[in-house]
């Protein structure tokens, strides 16, 4: 089964010449009982046609208000010199330097005399939907005009309970609504579920949605839509934030020589933020449970390796470790690992987050640092020319042998002295027992 778009009653007149409109369709003439050849013999006074009691308000308000589009109800007069009562949508436009509008009109008796027709069947659907999320609605296919909907769908739209939603192409342009009734074309004549991404134009923000629909019944030859309306601006935007962080990460990780990793204690998966290493892949399996780490390991570090994971699993802990490793270079490599761990709900490690850092030219920093404290110490205490201690550095190590000899004379002196007269005391003792 297919569709066939039925086109709103419609004009389009110049902003600073609305008596003389560039376009009409039949179904707008035919709104206010005139006839194409009407419109084209001239006997149609479009100034007119607005009644005269709503003529000086909605041209003050169009005069007044400064927006892309308008809404507005009010009476017209037909041919005959009845009213009818319709709903507006004025969309201004520019052509070639000209400014324009295009005003398509909706019959507001016959869309009212629809949502009766509808009152049982609209308490049924609040009924079904009170507890759904998103917004439910009816939609027309053919043009997406609302048949019937929830309050949530309302809420949407900002219209209050009660009053009538206006039609969607109120709040989309063009080219999305070509995407969407294409969309909905191809569910209806292959009886298929219609789902698309579409945006919105309510209260002057663009707001994002996800657009669920199936065809379902028909009204006067007219196919009804069941649809869900699901608000996704909050999502796409937190979705716009989490790539924009995921693009500085990577960024940051290509612009310094680090290496973050992630490593998940339940699935035992270590993800390295590069991919070029010796495992082959980003994300490592089984990687403890099956020692993956032991071959790139340093063997005089492996030990040190092993203690420092215990104690990250063993309990939430932050701290840092060296090692070398070959896991990302050809040799084995200095690298610094800050880590911590993190517990779940039960307090048990989860997650252990951290950084490594390429602390190879540090290391060797300092090791020829070290070296050159030797060769400066050597230089400074040793005579170039017999090799041997020169005179400053002789009398230096002189003074503080003599001193260091100096003392130890003192304290054996003292030593020897306190045993003389511990003895004497001793033997005093015992002649004096003799005495007695």
């Not at 589009?69 to 949508?89: E, P, Q, T």
């Not at 909907?149 to 999305?176: L, S």
């Amino acid at each position: 089964m297919s569709i066939e778009r039925v086109e709103h009653p419609y004009c389009i007149i110049p902003v600073d010449d609305p008596v003389h409109p560039i376009e009409v369709n039949e179904s707008y003439l035919e709104l206010f009982g005139y006839t194409m050849d009407d419109y084209k013999s001239g006997k149609i006074n479009f100034e007119h046609l607005i009644s005269p009691e709503d003529k000086k308000a909605v041209d003050t308000l169009w005069a007044t208000e400064k927006k892309n589009f308008y809404y507005l109800r009010h009476n017209m007069i037909k041919k005959d010199g009845s009213k009818v009562l319709v709903d507006a949508i004025a969309t201004f436009f520019e052509r070639d330097g000209t400014k324009y509008v295009r005003v398509s009109l909706s019959d507001y008796p016959r869309q009212k005399e629809l949502a009766q027709k509808g009152d049982s069947y609209r308490k049924e659907l609040e009924v079904l939907t009170s507890d759904m999320m998103g917004g439910v609605a009816v939609l027309y296919a053919d043009d997406l005009s609302i048949y019937r909907c929830n309050n949530e769908f309302r809420r949407f739209f900002d219209v209050p309970e009660g009053e009538t939603v206006p039609p969607v192409e109120a709040f989309i342009d063009d080219a999305e609504k070509k995407r969407i009734i294409d969309t909905v074309n191809d569910a209806v004549e292959h009886n298929i579920p219609a789902e698309i991404e579409i945006k919105l134009k309510v209260g002057g923000q663009d707001r994002c949605f996800l657009f669920m629909g199936r065809p379902f019944d028909n009204d006067g030859g007219r196919t009804l839509l069941y649809v869900i309306l699901y608000d996704m601006t909050r999502e796409m935007k937190m979705m716009e934030e989490l790539e924009l962080q995921a693009a500085r990460y990577r960024f940051i990780t290509k612009s310094i020589d680090c290496i973050f990793i992630d490593y998940d204690v339940q699935s035992d998966t270590l993800s390295f933020s590069s991919g070029i290493n010796r495992y082959g892949d980003s994300d490592v399996g089984e990687y403890l449970a099956k020692h993956k780490s032991y071959d790139n390991i340093h063997p005089d570090d492996l030990t040190i390796f092993v203690t420092n994971c215990g104690k990250f699993i063993e309990h939430p802990y932050s701290s840092d470790f060296e090692i070398r490793t070959r896991a990302f270079d050809d040799d084995y490599t200095w690298y610094k690992l800050s880590l911590t761990s993190v517990a779940g709900a039960d307090g048990s490690v989860t997650k252990i987050y951290g950084v490594m850092s390429n602390i190879q030219d540090v290391k060797k920093l300092s090791k020829r640092l070290e070296m050159d404290n030797e060769y400066i110490n050597f230089l400074i205490t040793t005579d170039s020319v017999t090799g041997m201690l020169n005179y400053k550095t002789f009398v230096s190590k002189a003074e503080e042998l003599l001193i260091f000899t100096a003392l130890y004379i003192r304290i054996s002196t003292a030593f020897r002295m306190s045993m003389t007269t511990s003895a004497l005391r001793r033997a005093t003792r015992c002649c004096a027992r003799s005495d007695r």
